[in-house]
């Protein structure tokens, strides 16, 4: 059994329906979602940034049934489906990371944190997913092409 969280809205609505997570079935997986950033704005689950950018960083927050914020019993680990397109780098607590951004495409990024619930119980694995779509930049150069018909 899988719980899967989908949040469209505001940030409160994001800390209330993350609370949701701790209270899901021991040993099962729950999903969140991922915060993006960059110099210019924020954005809940999916970006797109252009294959310059520089500034991309993310991060999750982990939240008890109360709406509380907490820490998970490992720090959080990030992963790419493709590093040609970006590349996480996690901060040492797993709360936060920041991203080479690389060719054209699109990859998801998954944060995995697992808690253990104080040793008692199955583990529980929290997953939070988000899409980077890296698109080309401006156009700063060309080329001309001659052919004979």
């Not at 209330?16 to 924020?42: K, Q, S």
């Not at 998970?72 to 996690?90: F, G, I, K, L, N």
């Not at 797993?94 to 060719?103: E, H, P, Q, R, Y």
């Amino acid at each position: 059994m899988h719980t899967e969280l989908r949040i469209i809205g505001e940030p409160a609505e994001l800390i209330a329906a993350l609370a949701a997570l701790d209270r899901t079935i021991p040993g099962h997986t729950a999903f969140g979602v991922l915060l993006y950033h960059t110099n210019e704005r924020n954005t809940m689950g999916e970006i797109t940034v252009k294959d310059d950018e520089t500034t991309l960083h993310a991060s999750i927050t982990l939240l008890d049934a109360e709406g509380h914020p907490t820490s998970a019993d490992s720090p959080p680990s990030w992963a790419s489906s493709d590093d040609t397109v970006v590349t996480a780098h996690a901060a040492d607590d797993g709360l936060s990371a920041t991203f080479d951004v690389g060719a054209p495409g699109s990859a998801v990024v998954t944060v995995t944190a697992i808690e253990t619930h104080d040793g008692t119980g199955d583990p529980t694995s929290i997953e939070f997913t988000g899409l980077v779509n890296v698109v080309a930049g401006d156009a700063v150069t060309g080329s001309v092409e001659f052919a004979v018909d």
